[in-house]
């Protein structure tokens, strides 16, 4: 199996953490950007090249079983066990186990010692207390004192306490991170598109533990249900697979009897349809034989059916993860979809804001997020994110009204502004080390280590530049060693100055085409990709001069 290039990007990044760092890092991945081809390969690392032993942990036996899956596909001959009650296995002897926290976390003593933990879904990791995950971690480390963390996720955040990274807890850093736009931009993702249908009126629904009180949020619902149900069959047609999230049991019988009333063919999965009939239903779903899935929040984390193409929430939440959950089941990519319908009958885009821009609240920090600005496209009824010019659905050139002093937000978007991404031919490709002037007495006193300075030189007096961080820590050096290993065969530099001279004696390879993009208000283009890098042979011959000067600008 050959990993994409953000997946060996996201691996050779936690590796560089652990190297570098005393703490535990996380990698951000959107849901459907193929997090089990990342743990499949760090397991396989971990164990042939280290000799290391490795557990991996899911909370769901889908996700168990997916994730064994794949190990299986990508190193047939690593020798793995899983130990899952849903699954029926209890496997502890192999170099790698693939567990359901709710079955190992009593049995790290048993299962282990362990070199690394591999989290799936690391949200899920309580930021205090004695959860399961922090049980078993801690008992881990008695064990084996020096275990390290690495967490995965599509969202990085808790409804309650915010960011799953910080200092005290369990995962301190995001090493790695890729946005949901990028992977569609660049085609490994589907493309979105939003509709907003009738909402009802939340006004007098109140609020416990930082979200929607079940009860009073479904009645709510209830009260629009047919009218909701009725815009929900007029907006998906043509649709194939559609996936409904409903609020509550009774809220999803009603939506359920309502299609079928129609004449549409559905069927229902809740919390208490039992597993054989929700994997026989799941299953006439998948082979695209039943159109209409209802569930209440079941088939969010680990139900993975690429030929969802529509999802329709009918029903609200304050929590961004389980918002972006919903309308990740549309995220995957399959054989003749276009693209991805978000219905939204719960105002859930003008609380959380497009999905690649959702900004989780720190409990720690005061303050509350901005609300998102959004607007409808008069033409299709597409909901765009307000600051672009042209519908992606139809095209339609928006009227651009003088500012005002307050803007209020009519619809939303389910993806943030387009912004174009160009591509050119690079003529030439110069280096030379950077230092930035200081603007402050501060950073005259704390000067900033430099940095190496790359001018692509694309035609017509046009240049994009980036810099590489050599001699800095943490991420920047991360990315760094990435740009380096991508490039040449020989050994990481130990200065600017020594990969500036390595670059200009040809041992570094150069792109022939560059990707780059302009982001609004922004100064310098970002180059998002690079195409034709060949790495040069190594020169065991070559010695830097450490004592060539570099002028600063």
Known sequence: MQLRYYQSEAIDAAWNYLRNNDGNPCIEIPTGGGKSAIIATMARQAVEQWEGRVVILSHVRELVSQVAGTIAKIAPNLRMGIYSAGLGLKQTREPVIVAGIQSIYKQAFKAGPFDIVIVDEAQLIAPSGDGMYRQFIDECKLARP????????????????????HPENVLNEICYRVSVKTLIDQGYLSRLRSKRGVSADLSQVHKRGGEYIEAEMQAAMMGVVRPAVAEMLRLAEGRKSCLVFCAGVAHAETV??????????????????LLPIRDEIIGRFKAGRLRWLVNVTVLTVGFDAPNVDCVAILRATLSPGLFYQMVGRGFRLAEGKQDCLVLDFGSNLDVHGPVDQIIAKDARRPGEAGEAV???????????????????GCGHEFFTPKPRHDPTATDAAVLSSEVQVEEADVASVTYSKHVKRASSMEEMDNPKPPTMRVDYHIGNMLTVSEWVCIEHEGFALAKAHLWW????????????????QMCKAGLVGQPTRIRYRTKPGSRWPEIVGFEGIEKPEVDPEFIPNFEEQEVPF
């Open 146 to 165: 020096t275990v390290r963390v690495i967490g995965l996720t599509a969202t990085p955040y808790r409804m309650s306490t915010g960011l799953i990274c």
């Open 256 to 273: 359920l009897n309502l299609l079928r009333e129609a004449g549409e063919d559905a069927d229902l999965v809740t919390g208490d349809t």
């Open 374 to 392: 959004v607007k409808k496209c008069p033409q299709c009824g597409d909901i765009c994110f307000a600051s672009i010019r042209f519908c992606p």
């Open 485 to 500: 290993s991508a490039r040449t065969h020989e050994a990481f530099p130990e200065s600017v100055v020594e990969a500036v």
